[in-house]
């Protein structure tokens, strides 16, 4: 069991560095899906409990094989804006049985096994832009959680040559799951996200259930131990973020300068919301800068880089630097001679346009260069 958990969390863990373009949650949220369940086989006993039958006369070994089934999961959750989440899921899996094998031959077996089962589950949005990687607006998360499983035989019925078997009853015990899933944003309701996923999920204790056996020493009270109940889950499903923004309107064309006699001295290269990679009109801003270094007397050209006031406040110093970077590079391939550049990350501070925590304004995702 510890070999198990410890396999699945170091799995998650180096799944981490994948992809997403698509802002992390902050605030509520809720999600609803359901898919496909495939439940492993059960290793599995069965023994008369009967004073006045010996046990080891009517005892089997063997193991249940179920049935594909389905499952159906809900749960609300926080996002802290920083890409973790935290929520409290319900569950609900369901599988008939196929039969019950064991020496000599499988046993004709019905029922079913129903799972309710309550999770606290934590997640972490992987934001692939850190890592350079574009999704196309695809979020990969990963997760783990912790809870406890009901587990339901209603009822469990094994037919032999020469005796019949039933069993049912409820028990519970301590269950776990890893998660990994993607999300996409579907543009026409801010918010609203479509979820794909597989999740692995075990229940450590699925415990003894009593019954009653038909057979040739007559009627017996017995009983039957299943084995761990472990399932791969495969879920599609819809979740929904509270007090999201809505798309951002495409960003205006970038402020031309005025004619003047002389070059300017500063220049201004925006770019779109996220990203550090330079648009067609932001290389030709840079062409000019290059172009006016060599017309007037400089000695140093520094490249600011900005951000406008979404997302947090470190990942904003990262992104900016980012964007200094790209023009700094431009300004090299355009002939400017690398020692004369000083390149300077100032994240969501300076901006052109004051704004509340969390507006996407363009003027603010921007670059100065400035010729000294």
């Known amino acids: 069991m510890r070999k198990r958990i410890a396999l699945l969390t170091t799995t998650l863990l180096t799944a981490a560095p994948v992809a997403a373009l698509a802002q992390p949650i902050t605030g509520p949220y809720v999600s609803l899906g359901s898919g496909y369940n495939i439940k492993q086989n059960e290793g599995a006993t069965i023994e008369n409990t009967s004073r006045n039958i010996s046990r080891e006369a009517t005892q089997n070994s063997g193991t249940y094989r ?59 949005d992987i934001n692939t832009q850190e890592y350079g990687v574009d999704t196309g607006g695809v979020t990969p998360y990963v997760g783990v959680g912790v809870g406890y499983d009901w587990i339901h035989l209603g009822p469990l019925t094994s037919t032999g040559a020469n005796t019949v078997f039933h069993a049912g009853g409820t028990n519970g015990g301590f269950a776990y799951q890893g998660i990994i899933g993607v999300a996409y944003p579907l543009p026409w309701v801010p918010g609203l996200d479509v979820t794909a996923e597989y999740r692995f999920v075990g229940n450590v204790n699925n415990g003894s259930y009593s019954g009653t056996r038909y057979g040739p020493l007559g009627v017996s009270k017995s009983k039957v131990d299943l084995g761990e ?56 801003i840079i062409a000019e800068a290059a172009q006016a270094s060599t017309h007037v007397e400089t000695t140093r050209i520094e490249v600011n880089g900005y951000t406008d006031l979404s997302g947090t406040a470190a990942y904003n110093q990262r992104l900016s630097v980012r964007r200094a970077q790209s023009v700094e590079a431009e300004l090299v391939r355009d002939g400017v001679p690398r020692n004369e550049i000083l390149i300077h990350g100032y994240g969501e501070s300076n901006p052109l346009v004051p704004t509340a925590k969390g507006v996407r304004e363009p003027q603010n995702r921007r670059v100065e260069i400035i010729l000294h």
């Open 229 to 284: 109940d472990l399932n791969h889950q495969f879920i599609v499903g819809l979740r929904y973020a509270f007090y999201q923004p809505a798309p951002p309107p495409p960003a205006p064309p970038a402020p031309v300068a005025a004619p003047a006699p002389a070059p300017a001295r500063t220049y201004l290269v925006f770019f779109d919301w996220d990203r550090a990679d330079l648009t067609a009109r932001a290389r030709q």
């Open 66 to 124: 179920w049935g594909n089934g389905f499952n159906v999961q809900a749960s609300a959750g926080y996002g802290l804006g920083n890409g973790l989440r935290v929520e409290l899921e319900g569950n609900y899996i369901y599988n008939d049985v196929n039969n019950f094998v064991h020496t000599p031959r499988p046993t004709a077996s019905t029922g079913h096994q129903e799972d309710y089962g309550l999770f606290v589950n934590v997640l972490y």
